[in-house]
């Protein structure tokens, strides 16, 4: 079983709308999450980070956790051709310094 | 202010050869990691370092794979005797440092490295 798991898409959500991206996780210690987006041809960007159950929101993009199901997720409201790209789940390893990255989902939105 | 930084772009090598990387972090930040993104691929973790600590090594692949860094800054990931499925994107990424879980990881813009 992959530690990180991700849908791998792609994605496709029409331009305006809210996209949906799931990730699950198999380390129940695990105490700090965190989204990054990728856009072809280039590095991680973070975008979110969460570390308590709930929802914690930026600007369109609000992450969500809920530890006792070991799920995260990520919303993006008003849904822009910009947004699209791969977004990538990473979540911090208990007791260690280092993050495990789920494959990313590629999200696509059209205009 | 600046972000993380990597040199060379990209890399063009012939099987065989020794290769290095540079990575320049954030500055401030104590932890730096590598990483490599194959073709269509997540992101495998290779090695980090915290502070004076001794680094995290376990994700390196083979011991032809090596990786310093000077002065709690600047960070050198060295391949010896290259072979084609080290081909890639290698990424470097800083952060403040532990604090009971981890935090936030700024990429730099990776080095692409081909070998023919």
């Known amino acids: 079983q992959k530690e990180v798991e991700q849908n791998s898409g792609p994605l496709s959500v029409p331009e305006g709308a809210i996209a949906s991206l799931n990730c699950t996780y198999s380390?129940?210690?695990?105490?700090?999450f965190f989204w990054y987006r990728q856009y072809s041809g280039k590095s991680p960007e973070l975008i979110m980070s969460i570390y308590s159950n709930g929802d914690k929101e930026d600007g369109r993009f609000t992450a969500q956790l809920n530890k006792a199901s070991q799920y995260v997720s990520l919303l993006i409201r008003d849904s822009q051709p910009s947004d699209s790209a791969t977004y990538l789940c990473a979540v911090g390893v208990q007791g260690a310094q280092k993050l495990v990255f789920g494959q990313g989902t590629r999200l696509t939105i059209n205009p | 202010g600046a972000g993380v930084s990597q040199s060379p772009s990209n890399k063009v090598t012939e099987k065989g050869k020794d290769v290095e990387l540079r990575c320049d972090p954030i500055s401030g930040h104590t932890a730096l990691y590598w990483y490599r993104q194959s073709l269509g691929q997540g992101l495998e973790f290779l090695i980090y370092f915290q502070g004076n600590s001794a680094p995290d090594k376990s994700g390196l692949p083979s011991d032809r794979f090596s990786a310093e860094r000077t002065g709690g800054s600047v960070s050198t990931l060295t391949i010896q005797r290259t072979q084609q499925e080290d081909s890639a994107v290698y990424l470097c990424?800083?952060?403040?440092?532990?604090?009971?879980?981890?935090?936030?990881?700024?990429f730099g813009p990776g080095t692409r490295l081909t070998v023919t």
């Open positions: 990424a800083s952060s403040l440092g532990f604090r009971g879980g981890a935090y936030e990881q700024y």
């Open positions: 380390d129940r210690g695990s105490q700090s």
